[in-house]
């Protein structure tokens, strides 16, 4: 970057604002919609306003039904309070997001009608997402307004939180009986003042204590409704201040507590959501190199002159590469595109002593002097994505004006000309957020969907193989690698019931393997006619002998009963000949939960060896004798690593 | 540099009431605006609010029901 561009402030909002409203507007009238989103999308980064929001909801509400760009999204918002005033930032974020936000907005206080009767206009509306929003105040004015009255009263909170969590447990499961979609739950935010003041933490059940202790029983009494989520409100608050967050005018006047604000806030917490539970989530972060992983050229600088260590600005860049590390553990894949010499940028990777991403976080590399539109194409390419799911950041304003575009879909982060800000311009929308940690996890909805589908051809097809053959099942075998590494140990953790051996692994307990050439350690995907499963079994064995002995073999719920295990037995049998070893042994830990499990080896003729007294049993099957066959309906994938 | 407050606030009205910025006087007013009811009026209150760094007493709100209003009430506390 040039130091005319470093010098530069942001405009002011005054001489930009109402040029980029006007390039929004003739983009859409262009039917530019990806280049108007973009700009949207900048237009709320620099000035997230009220005023923004209405200007985007009405260029929204005047475009025609069926804009292929924009996904139709209905948003049912219940609220002990009048919420209404988000919805132009709701629409507004929506659009920048892709979607095409409906919203169902009964009165403040109709909850439990509408939740509770299947003949309520929320049923009717029949929502992609409902919302639950909460205040203490509002629905539990012992912990809140009445605080004292009942504190000097002496009755006790106990009640109140058991009843707390019946409550949100029952309407949550009323809703779940009539509707399919899923239920996001605000927790509750403390208030800006204690009402006993600093005597609060003194008290048995002062304010501090019981909003912990109510947001934990509501994470309960969530926790076994099927698409039921918490939605961290009191996080927000937090993170905004509460004095900041609320407008005490506004809640007394229109029963509107949120300060007008932070509306914007709360739109982007719900975009998180929504972009993860419609797929929109981002899936890779491409990223810049010179002064954006480090500070300085490495090409001018050297690597003695780059700034990246304990001193700042060296320790902002530290900071910016823990953060993408993270994404990285969270499973987002990352790409550099970068204009230098590949070996002046690899001696950083392999030689700067304060690095934390190393060469091998990194996907794919584009390190030349081509333009980096083409980098991010070829990219997407080899990672088999689509652009649409691609964040690029980059510090250098012409780069970042030549990838929007060209290339519009792509989601173009500008990182700001001071590097402590990075982070928080890489992490502020939360792009790449998921559900849960698990990819399975995030789909969880289209998952049951799929499976719903199958169970039902299940019960169409009368006879089982024809069942298999017409799922149309894809294997994807293949070793565990950087790629798979953390689902495959998360598989272990999280796997209770079809596992051998229920013996859980780090991700480093299974990278130790990796590197041991006596060991196997392979990964299961499977596709079938409804999807992509992805990654739902493993298998770790170890040659010993004469035997190849299996450690650990499990499979995720989610493809029980398909006779994939029989195709995971076959591939070690496979395996164990090629290794010159003539027998397959493994053993059998019998825990509650692993019912499904138990009687694998015993299907497939292993006989069993020994037993011991708390009922583990060892068994073997000679490969001289007998193999086990890989059922003939599974197809083997052509790209092993494709998930 | 910034343009004049009249015209900030002649945009703004534009924007939020869904009119046409040039069809703004100090005639309009909430009597015989169709896009200026009582809901729409407080998120006008709070879009000037905002543009404005300002903050307005509950009572102003509801002195603000003209352009003419607006102008005044904006005006006298920038």
Known sequence: MTESNAGKETPGKAAAEPDRRAGIRASLEAGAVPMAMQDARLLLREQPSALNYRFLRQLVDALPHDVAELKPYRVALLASFSIEFIHDALIAFGFVNGLRIHIYQPGFGQINQEMLDPGSGLYAFAPDVAI??????????????????????????????????????????????????????????????????????????????????????????????????????????????????????????????????????????????????????????????????????????????????????????????RAVLDLYRRGVILAIASKNNAADADAVFTDHQFMLLRKEHFAETEIHWERKSDSLKRIAQRLNIGLEHIVFADDNPAECAQVRRELPVVTVIQLPRRPELYVDALCAEGLFDTITLSAEDRRRGQLYQQRAQSESMRVGSGNIEDYYRDLDMELHIAPVDASSLARAAQLTQKTSQFNLTTVRYSEAEVAARLADPNWLAITVGVRDRFGDNGIVGVVMAQARDDRLDIDTLLLSCRVIGRTVETAMLAHLCDAALARGLGKLTGRLIPTAKNIPVRDLFERHNFSKQSEDPAGTTIWGLDLERGRVERPTWFKIAADPRSQ | MSKNVEQTIRDLMAIVLNTDAAKIDDGTSMDNTPGWDSANHINLVLALEEEFSISFEVSEFEMMTSYFDVVQTVTAKI
């Open chain 1, 132 to 321: 639950l929003a909460i205040e203490g105040e509002d629905w539990l004015p012992e912990v809140y307004t009445d605080f004292m009255d009942v504190e000097a009263s002496g009755v006790g909170l106990g009640a109140v939180v058991t009843r707390f969590g019946e409550q949100m447990g029952s309407l949550a499961r009323a809703f779940r009986v009539t509707c399919a979609a899923p239920l996001l739950v605000h927790n509750l935010a403390l208030a800006c003042r204690r009402r006993a003041g600093i005597a609060d933490l003194r008290l048995p059940q002062g304010q501090v204590n019981m909003v912990v202790e109510l947001n934990h029983t509501l994470t309960q009494a969530l926790a076994d409704v099927v698409e039921a989520r918490v939605v961290d409100y009191a996080g927000l608050v937090n993170a905004a201040g509460s004095s900041n967050w609320y407008d005490t005018r506004m809640r007394l006047y229109a029963k509107a507590p949120i300060a007008n604000a932070m509306l914007g806030q709360l739109a982007q917490e719900y975009m998180r959501y929504f972009r993860a539970l419609r797929g929109l989530s981002k899936k890779c972060l491409v990223v810049d190199l010179d002064n954006t992983l480090w500070g300085g050229v490495i090409g001018e600088d050297g690597i003695d002159g780059i700034q990246l260590g304990p001193n700042y600005p060296g320790s902002a860049f530290v900071e910016f590469q």
